[in-house]
């Protein structure tokens, strides 16, 4: 490619994307680069600056496979092994391992699990992904993707042999073809002068150079001192790309050899500031490897935080001077340099070259260092060994920096710290041995790619003295009082950061301790008991050794006959290649605009002034819309207690005091106020999303704050559970397209409610529904997160459309979403609760408090979810509980899985905790002793029928082994003091229904086109969770029994293999208001039910239309059954309707009693999990999860599951059977409330501004998370008469 004028402030991936004008999903790349030899790595395509490219190979996921050629070998595993749900993060995902498998075509289980962690999924639970890449390792299979057992290269005996199926090949060989990549020859010959071109960018605003000398870099620094010299762009990236900042001038000393290289000699190490982090790696390994150990502890303790640091793609451009140079508190390196008292170079181009030793005075201040105006950094030089004390470094917290993590203040010195190891007078023995001692530690919240709480770097030389337990105390006291957090610091967690600095030094004195006694130096070993530290958390397993279960189909089960097999996701191949397409892919039209919102940055304010001034002279400008331009009602969402914009009808205040159009002034002069942090006020529009973007900036909101600001619902309360980001990958979207013809509006939207959204935008543009279309492709993940909070995107665009009459389109920033979309509600609890000395409950008093936000939405009906769940699976003779929703000044909280559900099960798991505590039995004995019990009556009246809950307890423990390993926790719990260990086991039941029983119903329209192909339409949406793969698979199954194998017994055979319907001749386009109307929202687990018995009964009509002519022609194929019928002149389309029936439920609203039967029936399952725990630090692991899960007899298993493992795939196969299709949604739900429970936690300032935005700051579980095993099962023999095929 030859760019004529590449843009500097361009990233690769908006290139890609859109001048380039290729749809790629990457957003991770491959990129090959040739100095010498070529070179491969993966990157992060957002950080990455396009003309950072030049010279580069760049490969894309649709460079290495697609459905039209032939699929990569690793698309092909993923797609097989059901590692893709959404598919957002899909593409991501398989470029981290092609570039894995590039330079290492047999990788080890670990090497994948590096690889993938700077990789997210939000849907599948990450067991599926890493069983299918499993099949890469040589560990278990040979690298043949038939494992062991399949393998053709391994014999087996005549007897194995007879009991083997035929082989079949699931998935084609690695290749070399797969390895390699063809290097492009032109770039071949311009990359031998890369090294010794300097360039020059010049672009809108920012003007970038490529020196390849130290010259040049020092003489272009020293003339342009507030040059920023990016290198990886990791933290620059950030600062550009999120928050919006422009450095005009950038230097990179990418090419600068002279300061990339590691130079090892007696004098230490050398580190050139620009060597790239995965390079220090590698070399630092091979220098640990060759020499002794004590000579190399500093390396080490930079290898172990260097594998924790960021993820493959960062460490593959981040540089060691950037870490440094950033001066940035979260630094896991700057501690390890400073213990060390390493020396940094720092050069000017007039005067040469100026040594620092890396200490306190380096770091004068927040994101500070001692470097003059104009300098480079040239090499960080490490002496090995000259340091005289222990060097404690901590991340203090700065409370005046809003979102920061800010300044280490280390006043532990060393200075103090030699001091008083002398006066503890240490064993001069010691000396001789060894001279000093050194380790680093880090704590963060998740395990994978997150900034550190705490890190510390500790050292310690001895002279004299002992190294005693008296120690600990002494430097107890000193730390407690040099390492206070003040109790607001941002972040929180006061208390146990800092005690987490007294753990990490108690940590290090065993460490010293058990070194000094192995050397002979003591005698003195450490405790039996405090081995335990020395071994890794959870131990040296390696993650996801798992297995699935499921009930086996039948064997006379037609072929073709899909239901109950785990047929792929049916958009699976396209998630894999990219080629899946979301609404940001959809090509832009000519006259497109861009939307970007402007928000209020206060929680309750009025709003005085809205300045464009600035706005409307930056490039790209077209208008500016607010509540002025709204030509229907302001008023939405499902209540209605939503705005389009901030215009003071919402809240305390009168609606708009005065409004006028000041033209000269470019102002808007009025009154309205605003009730969260991010309510939008109004939209500027351009013609590109950075224009938009940079526009919007420049709005200036003048607020006056108004009293009170109501944030939390904190009060006295037994049960506090904190809200949850919905995360889900493709962030809240929508492109609006008017036809001016008609008054019609089109929308493509990422929804989970494509009728609430025409509701919507017909009331805000004031026309009827029938003008708006709403179409519904697919989501990148939903979650609830979509089911009403799109209006705050959707309704802005409609009336932006309007005015401009042009197609608009808006993707919010991730920062956007999390700030503006709400998120799960939390929850508080107070309860009394009752029970005799046995344990069994007689009563149950429970008030119950969600953080609502600013509008009522759907807060109402997920407290009642929250009600009906609150007594957990358990009889409550006497029971009142009471609900609370409370409004308050953040942004409306809203529907997230589970709908107040898994907060309410939570309280009832905790009295019944309380209870086993009080009378010290297990929590486990309290839980059975008060179950229900089939026929049994809930407090609500609802007659528990096929109560299976009880087979999923058993078998939940009989499978996870319970007892057994509860006996073997006790013992290893009563040998380790800091280690601990503890098992338990939850059952759960949760009611399929909505209970806003008008939404129980659904519609579908299905079209059987002369060629027998079919178009499938219904209400639902697809987000990932399979449901249009079910569908499908429920579509055939109809067919096929009613046309083909009922109706036609004798040829029953034949008929099921030669007529029936392959899932693959059924299309679901789109879902569109446009075909089937008045949707209710995809939630609530009962998509495939209420869809799958409209389309059931569509299907019904079309084979009753065809009966007659299938009965005259018993043997016609499909295809020639459906020409006949239309030559018939029979209607070969229907639409088809489903209701809920029998659901009621009778709520006095005065006396608050209620009775009925509110859902259809109930899903039921338990769980068991062990977790290890790290008492020094709270760290924990969770070492095995086993679930038995009652689903019915499940329409598609590796949907249901959260993908089969390659094991279970081979059971089956086995078998000669097919696969079920549950796993995901269940593994992936299990991840996603672990998040809730152990991970997540959204933080709000005092100001009501939400902490917590963008990956950085809020972390979901990783892959390092996956449950060490992971155990599924669906319980066996389960019909469920009341939904579609007898599923749940
Ligand atoms: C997803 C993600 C994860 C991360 N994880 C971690 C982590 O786990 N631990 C951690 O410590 N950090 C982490 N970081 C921060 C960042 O990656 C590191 O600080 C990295 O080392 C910065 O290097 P860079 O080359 O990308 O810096 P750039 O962004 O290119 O530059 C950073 C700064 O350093 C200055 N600079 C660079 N080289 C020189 C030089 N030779 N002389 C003078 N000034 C110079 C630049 O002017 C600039 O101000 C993470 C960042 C991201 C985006
Ligand atoms: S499949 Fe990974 S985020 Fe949806």
């Known amino acids: 490619v030859t760019e004529p004028h590449p843009e500097p402030e361009t990233s690769l991936i908006v290139y890609l994307r859109t001048k380039l004008g290729q749809v790629t999903k990457s957003d991770r790349v491959s990129i090959d680069i040739y100095i010498f030899k070529i070179t491969h790595f993966s990157v992060n395509s957002c950080l990455a600056p396009v003309v950072s ?65 700077g990789n997210l999924c939000r849907c599948t639970g990450y067991r599926p992904i890493l069983g299918a890449f499993k099949t890469f390792t040589d560990e278990q299979n040979g690298g043949c993707p038939m494992l062991r057992k399949r393998c053709c290269n391994i014999s087996l005996t005549p007897s194995e042999r007879s009991t083997k199926p035929t082989i079949v090949r699931i998935a084609t060989k690695l290749t070399t073809r797969h390895r390699s990549r063809y290097f492009p020859p032109e770039l071949l010959i311009t990359s031998r002068n890369h090294a010794a071109t300097p360039l020059k960018f010049v ?88 020499k002794e150990e004590h000579l190399t502890q500093p390396l080490s303790a930079i290898l172990e935080m260097l594998h924790w640091f960021g993820g493959d793609q960062i460490r593959n451009v981040a540089v060691i001077g950037g870490n440094i140079m950033t001066a940035s508190p979260i630094s896991d390196l700057n501690p ?131 190294w005693k337990d008296e120690l600990i105390d002494d430097v107890a006291a000193w730390m407690r009082e040099d390492f206070k957090l003040e109790q607001n610091a941002p972040g929180g967690m006061a208390e146990y950061r800092e005690a987490l600095a007294l753990s990490f030094f108690f940590k290090f004195y065993i460490h010293v301790k058990d070194c000094l006694c192995k050397e002979g130096a003591t005698k003195d070993e450490i405790a039996s008991e405090e081995q335990c530290t020395k071994v890794p958390l959870g131990g040296n397993h390696p993650v996801s050794l798992s297995t699935q279960t499921w009930e086996e189909i039948p064997e006379n089960q037609p ?17 894999v290649t990219g080629e899946a397409k979301y609404l940001d892919d959809i090509t832009p039209y000519a006259d497109e605009l861009y939307m970007c919102l402007v928000t209020s940055t206060r929680c309750h304010a009025y709003v005085r002034d809205v300045n464009l001034a600035d706005a409307m002279t930056s490039p790209g400008y077209v208008t500016y819309v607010d509540h002025c331009d709204i030509p229907g009602s302001n008023e939405c969402g499902v209540m209605k207690g939503d705005l389009v914009f901030a215009n003071g009808k919402f809240g305390l205040h009168l609606y708009y005091i005065y409004c006028k159009w000041l033209l000269e002034r470019s102002t808007y002069i009025y009154i309205c106020s605003v009730t969260c942090v991010g309510q939008v006020i109004g939209a500027v529009i351009a013609d590109t999303c950075a224009h938009a973007q940079r526009a919007a900036q420049l709005v200036k909101v003048t607020h006056e704050d108004i009293f009170p600001r109501i944030l939390t619902i904190e009060f006295y309360w037994k049960v506090r559970i904190a809200g949850q980001e919905h995360f889900y990958l493709e962030t809240q979207a929508c492109l609006v397209v008017p ?49 009403t909070r799109y209006i705050v995107v959707s309704n802005p665009a ?18 956007e979403d999390m700030l503006i979309s709400g998120q799960r509600h939390s929850f508080y609890a107070k309860y009394k609760v009752g029970f005799t000395k046995e344990g069994k409950l007689t009563s149950l008093v429970n008030n119950i408090y969600s953080n609502a936000g600013n509008s009522l939405d759907v807060s109402i009906p997920v407290m009642e979810r929250a009600l009906y769940h609150s007594g957990g699976c358990y009889r409550i003779p006497n029971i009142a509980i009471a609900g609370h929703v409370c409004k308050t000044n953040i942004p409306s909280n809203t529907a997230f899985r589970g709908f107040g559900a898994p907060q309410a099960m939570l309280i009832a798991e905790d009295w019944i905790s309380g209870i086993a505590a009080k009378l010290g039995i297990s929590a486990e004995k309290v839980r059975e002793i008060n179950m229900y019990k089939e026929g049994d009556s809930t407090y609500y009246g609802q007659v528990l029928e096929s109560f299976n809950l009880p087979r999923c307890w058993q078998e939940c423990y009989q499978k996870s082994n319970f007892n057994e390993r509860k006996e073997k926790i006790e013992e290893y719990n009563s040998k380790n003091r800091w280690r601990k260990r503890g098992i338990s086991c939850i059952p759960t039941k949760y009611g399929i229904s909505f209970t806003e029983f008008f939404l129980n119903q659904a519609g579908a329209l299905v079209q059987v086109y002369k060629d027998g192909s079919v178009l499938l339409t219904h209400g639902g949406t697809e987000m990932g969770q399979g449901l249009h793969t079910k569908m499908i698979q429920v579509f055939p199954r109809y067919i096929g029994n009613n046309v083909v194998v009922k109706k036609c017994s004798v040829q029953l055979k034949v008929a099921s293999t030669c007529l029936g319907i392959p899932a693959s001749r059924i299309h679901i386009s789109s879902t569109s208001t446009e075909t089937v109307p008045n949707t209710s929202p995809t939630a609530g687990s009962v998509g495939s039910d209420l869809n799958g018995m409209a389309i059931k009964e569509a299907c019904e009509k079309i084979v009753g239309r065809i009966k007659p002519l299938r009965k005259n022609f018993p043997k016609l ?39 009925g039967r509110p859902f259809d029936y109930f899903t039921y399952g338990a769980a068991v999990s062990e977790v290890e725990i790290d008492c020094l630090t709270g760290d924990h692991v969770v070492l095995q999860t086993d679930i038995v899960m009652d689903v019915g007899g499940s329409l598609n298993p590796a949907v249901d599951i959260g993908q089969v493992s390659l094991t279970a795939y081979f059971i089956l196969s086995r078998s000669n059977s097919s696969l079920p299709n549950y796993f995901p949604q269940i593994e992936g739900a299990f991840m996603q409330g672990y998040g809730m429970m152990m991970l997540e936690e959204p933080l709000i300032n005092e100001r009501g501004e939400l902490l917590t935005r963008g990956p950085g700051a809020y972390k979901i579980p990783g892959f390092g998370d996956c449950p060490r095993r992971f155990n599924v099962h669906l319980l066996q023999n389960s019909r469920n008469k009341r939904a579609i095929f007898s599923s749940k």
């Not at 004031?766 to 089911?787: A, C, D, L, T």
């Not at 409609?798 to 920062?815: F, S």
């Not at 020409?1123 to 006095?1148: Q, V």
Request: a positive charge; glycine letters at 8%; charged letters at 20%.
């Open 798 to 815: 409609v009336v932006a459309a309007k005015k401009c009459g042009r197609p608009i389109r808006c993707m919010l920033t991730r920062q």
């Open 53 to 117: 490219m030049h010279d580069c190979a760049v490969t894309t996921v649709e460079g290495i496979g697609s459905t039209k050629t032939k699929l990569h070998a690793v698309q092909e595993r993923l797609w097989k092994f059901h590692g893709s749900q959404c598919g957002f993060c899909t593409p991501g995902i398989v470029m981290s391992m092609y570039a894995l498998l590039r330079n290492n075509s047999s990788p080890k289980m670990p090497n994948i699990e590096t690889c993938l962690q």
């Open 336 to 466: 390890i340099l400073m213990a060390c008292c390493a020396t940094a170079t720092f050069m000017l181009h007039s005067r040469g070259t100026r040594k620092v030793t890396m200490n306190q005075s380096f770091f004068p201040g927040y994101r500070k260092t001692c470097a003059m105006k104009g300098e480079v950094s040239d090499s960080i030089h490490e002496k090995g060994g000259e340091s005289i004390a222990v060097f404690c470094y901590f991340i203090k917290q700065n409370s005046n920096s809003s979102l920061s993590w800010p300044i280490c203040i280390c006043k532990l010195t060393v200075a103090t710290w030699a001091h008083s190891c002398l006066n503890l007078c240490i064993n001069t023995l010691i000396c001789e041995l060894r001279a000093w001692y050194m380790k680093a530690y880090m704590q963060s919240k998740r395990r994978e790619d997150d900034i550190a709480i705490v890190n510390a770097a500790l050292r310690v030389k001895f002279y004299h003295g002992e």
């Open 739 to 787: 036809q001016l013809e008609s008054g019609q509006m089109e929308i493509y939207c990422s929804s989970q409610s494509p009728t609430s959204l025409q509701d919507d935008a017909a009331s805000v543009l004031g026309i009827e529904s029938n003008k708006v279309i709403v179409r519904v492709k697919r989501m990148g993940g939903g979650f609830g997160g979509k089911g």
């Open 203 to 290: 672009g809108e605003r920012v003007t970038w150079y490529r020196p390849t000398t130290l010259d040049q870099l020092t003489d272009l620094k020293e003339k342009y001192p507030d040059a920023q010299l990016v290198v990886g762009n990791t933290e620059i990236g950030i600062e550009t790309g999120v928050k919006g900042r422009c450095h005009p001038l950038i230097v990179t000393p990418a090419a600068v050899e002279e300061i990339s290289f590691v130079k090892n000699d007696q004098s230490g190490i050398e580190i050139g500031a620009a060597c790239i982090l995965s390079n220090l790696v590698q070399q630092l390994n091979k220098i640990v490897e060759e």
């Open 1117 to 1155: 194929s499909w295809d020639d059954l459906i020409i006949k019928a239309y030559l018939e002149r029979i209607s070969l389309s229907a639409t088809g309707f489903y209701k809920t029936p029998d659901i009621y439920c009778n709520w006095d609203q005065d006396s608050g009693e209620c009775f």
């Open 559 to 575: 072929k073709d006959n899909s239901v109950g097999r785990p047929l792929p996701h049916s958009s699976g191949q396209l998630h």
